[in-house]
C-alpha cells in the first residue's frame, strides 16, 4: 500500500535542497496518483530506496530543464549534456533522496539510497510494478519544475 | 605549500566542486577517488593531509574506506561530505573515526571552515 506520508519527506527536502542549490523558492504543485506504468519526462533521473520502505523515486523534467539546472550548478552554460552536466543532475536527485531518507528514518522507516540513473529520451513507459506512484510536481520559476514520482511501500 | 587533499565521491559534478572550492581557498587537490576502495588504496600511496569521504558509493563505501584508512593511520583526518544526514549515519561515521560529518548540499564556506578547523589556516 503506496501511502501519502511517504511522499512529504520528499517534497519538504526537494524544497530545501533547490532553494540551496538554485537560491529560489519553490512552489508545490497538485499532488496526484499515477498508475504503476506511465511515461517518463524528457529527463529522468531514476533512484532506488532500500529498507523499512524501498521502492524507487522518479525526478521527471524537461531537457531544457536539466539544461538550465546543470548549468546552473556548475557555474556556467552546459554547451552539451556532457558526463559532468548528467554528473550535475545525478546530483541533484542524490541529494534530494538522501535528505528524504534522513527524514524518513526520523520517522522509523530507516531506509539507504542506491547511486542515481539518468533516462534521457520521450515516451520511456516505466513499470513500478504492485505499487503506483504518487506525483508532485515541484515548479522552479524560470528553470521549469520537476515532477517527483514516488513509489515506495513498506517492507513486510 | 598547500596541504594537501583527497577527494572521495562517485560523483564528477561532486568532484569537481569540491576542487573548485578547496584550490581557490589555496589547498591542493592531490587525488580524486570515485570509490571507498580507491580512496583507501590512494591514501597508501598519497598520504594527504585530509580525506574528504562520501557515503553512498558502488564498491566499498565511505564509513568502510573511514576504518580501513584509520588501520593505515590512526591520526587520519577525515571529512565526511554525503546526501545522507541520518543520525545513525552520522553516529558511525565519527565512531568510525571521522572527524567532521557535511550534509549535501552545502555552501562552500561549510567546507572550509571544517577544513581550517581540522588543518589551521
Redesign the interface.
Known amino acids: 500500500m503506496m501511502r501519502v506520508e511517504y511522499i512529504n519527506p520528499f517534497v519538504s527536502a526537494a524544497y530545501s ?1 533547490l532553494q ?2 538554485l537560491g529560489i523558492e519553490p512552489e508545490k504543485g497538485q499532488l496526484a496518483m499515477r498508475p504503476g506504468v506511465f511515461t517518463t519526462q524528457q529527463c529522468s533521473i531514476v533512484m532506488g530506496v532500500t529498507g523499512k520502505v524501498e521502492g524507487s523515486v522518479i525526478y521527471g523534467m524537461t531537457l531544457a530543464t536539466a539544461d538550465k539546472i546543470a548549468s546552473h ?2 557555474g556556467q552554460p552546459i554547451r552539451t549534456f556532457d ?2 552536466a548528467a ?2 543532475i ?2 541533484l536527485g ?2 534530494i ?3 528524504a ?2 527524514l524518513l ?2 520517522k522509523g522507516y ?1 531506509c ?4 542515481p540513473s539518468i533516462i534521457r529520451g520521450s515516451n520511456v513507459k516505466i513499470t513500478t510494478v504492485n505499487t503506483p506512484a504518487l506525483v508532485v510536481p515541484i515548479l522552479l520559476g524560470d528553470f521549469g519544475f520537476i515532477e517527483i514520482n514516488v513509489s515506495l511501500q513498506e517492507r513486510k | 605549500m598547500g596541504k594537501r587533499i583527497l577527494v572521495t565521491d562517485d560523483a564528477l559534478f561532486m568532484r569537481v566542486t569540491l576542487k573548485n572550492i578547496l584550490t581557490q581557498h589555496g589547498y591542493e587537490v592531490v587525488g580524486e577517488a570515485t570509490n571507498g576502495r580507491e580512496s583507501v588504496e590512494m591514501y597508501k600511496n598519497l598520504k594527504p593531509d585530509l580525506v574528504t569521504m562520501d557515503i553512498t558509493m558502488p564498491g566499498m563505501d565511505g564509513i568502510s574506506a573511514v576504518k580501513e584508512i584509520k588501520k593505515i593511520d590512526p591520526n587520519a583526518r577525515i571529512v565526511m561530505v554525503t546526501a545522507m544526514g541520518q543520525k545513525n549515519l552520522v553516529v558511525e561515521a565519527i565512531q568510525a573515526g571521522a572527524k567532521d560529518f557535511i550534509v549535501k548540499p552545502f555552501q562552500p564556506e561549510r567546507v572550509i571552515e571544517s577544513v581550517h578547523k581540522l588543518l589551521g589556516n
Do not use: D, K
Open positions: 535542497v540551496t542549490v550548478m556548475i558526463a559532468l554528473s550535475a545525478a546530483e542524490n541529494m533522496t538522501g535528505n531518507a534522513s528514518s526520523e530507516t539507504q539510497i542506491s547511486p
